[in-house]
């Protein structure tokens, strides 16, 4: 169900990092080739890739075929967020519902954040006072679109950008079955 990786942060991820399969973009299976619901990811793809924050395995997967990757530029995600972090924080979260986990990048000066959530969309505010004091970022924001739905249109995808700093705080909204993925990259990098 969309819930499962609402509880592996609370749960099996307490105890450390392991192996899961993030980063399937084929979210709508072909029926005729796999006629069961229940055999295709039950995400959006914003989720997918908050997936790689919010759950701590050191070895990422792009889990799809080649093909699926090709031409989509949700797959930069893929390409820049890391693998191991340096601090880690949950900054909201309810068993079995949502969570929301900021990291921040191991030897480096960029944080990345995942919110994920069950069968039910929800609105949240995050303040950003986990970034450096007196440092302006460029948030690099991978958001369901309005229309996003795990079921019925789970790419459904908006990639922007916006200046932030530590004093800002973010007005979240994840779609049902959906996520949010932010890399947090100091501006001057710009």
Do not use: C
């Amino acid at each position: 169900p969309p819930s499962y990786e609402t509880y592996i942060p609370f749960t099996r991820g307490l105890s450390g990092p392991f192996d899961f399969t993030p980063g399937v973009f084929d979210l709508k299976l072909d029926s005729s080739m796999r006629p069961e619901q229940e055999a295709r990811p039950q995400m959006t793809l914003a989720k997918a890739l908050a997936i790689y924050v919010v759950i701590y395995s050191p070895l990422h997967m792009a889990a799809d075929l080649v093909e699926n990757y090709e031409g989509q530029p949700a797959f930069k995600w893929i390409q820049d967020v890391p693998v191991d972090w340096d601090t880690t924080l949950v900054l909201n979260g309810e068993i079995g519902d949502f969570v929301t986990i900021a990291r921040k990048q191991r030897g480096g000066d960029e944080w990345y954040v995942g919110s994920v959530t069950d069968e039910f969309g929800r609105t949240f505010r995050i303040p950003l006072d986990f970034l450096d004091a007196g440092r302006e970022y460029v948030a690099e924001i991978y958001a369901d679109a309005h229309n996003a739905d795990w079921e019925s249109k789970p790419n459904n995808i908006v990639i922007r950008e916006q200046r932030v700093d530590a004093d800002m705080v973010l007005d979240v909204r994840l779609a049902p079955g959906g996520g949010q993925a932010i890399r947090f990259r100091p501006a001057a990098q710009d």
